[in-house]
């Protein structure tokens, strides 16, 4: 019988069970339990099914080929583990998947891929989570930088000091170190230019001196001559 590959749909999320057969399970019927129709892991094409509707041992299942179930492991009265197998010979079988029925409650068993997503998706997580409250504890102010602010501390904080407000500071010493670091930055990269400025050349002190003698005839020169001390002389009377 034409086998189906029941391996792409996701069962993982699901269970099921029968509280009608749980009092009564058994090694023997374990497997009668299993495939119960509407158990959604059974597949109605296997050959169980097979030997089932034609009355036959399971002793037949290993002359068979195709999609057959076993029971792997049992451990009374709360443990029974299925294999579903793809048999190809009487002597080679390939695992397809495994369930497990525990206190008549039957679950698909993950396979190794799954298994590892799982565990790095709750790791993943976990770091996240932790990063997530990290970040919440983070403060940051222009005049102080960064630091840890925790809610217990707060609390001790308030406890010991009364509340008074803080005068803040023009600036602070993470402020000037930053400015300083651009400003170098910014003249490493933005050189100034300086321009000299020429000084006019002085005259020589024998050109000083010449003209300093030309200055002094003409000032004594244009100098007023001191007034006279005589007296005005006298009119005299004409004799006729």
């Known amino acids: 019988m034409a086998s189906v590959d029941l391996r792409d749909n996701n069962l993982l999320g699901i269970s099921w069970v029968d509280s009608g057969w749980v009092p009564i399970l058994n090694p023997g019927n374990v497997l009668d339990y299993f495939s119960e129709r509407s158990n959604p892991f059974y597949d109605r094409t296997c050959n169980n099914e097979v030997v089932k509707m034609q009355r036959l041992t399971l002793e037949h299942l290993n002359q068979m080929v195709g999609v057959e179930y076993i ?8 443990l029974y583990i299925i294999r579903k197998q793809q048999r190809q010979s009487p002597t080679q079988v390939i695992p397809l998947s495994d369930y497990y029925i525990i206190a008549g409650v039957v679950y698909q068993a993950p396979d190794l891929g799954t298994v590892i997503g799982s565990r790095v998706l709750s790791a993943v997580h976990g770091v996240q989570s932790a990063f997530d409250e990290a970040m919440s504890y983070c403060r940051y102010h222009p005049s102080e930088g960064y630091w840890w602010h925790f809610k217990d501390q707060e609390e001790r904080d308030a406890k010991a000091k009364p509340k008074s407000k803080k005068k803040e500071e023009p600036s602070s010493l993470f402020q000037r170190q930053r400015v300083d670091t651009l ?18 050349s002085e005259p020589p002190v024998e050109l000083v001196k010449q003209e300093e003698r030309e200055r002094e005839p003409a000032t004594k020169t244009s100098a007023p001559a001191p007034p006279s001390s005589k007296p005005p002389p006298e009119k005299r009377a004409r004799l006729q």
Do not use: N
């Open 71 to 78: 029971l792997l492991h049992a451990q009374e009265p709360i």
């Open 183 to 200: 400003l170098l930055d910014l003249r490493s990269k933005f050189p100034p230019t300086f321009y000299q400025v020429k000084k006019e």
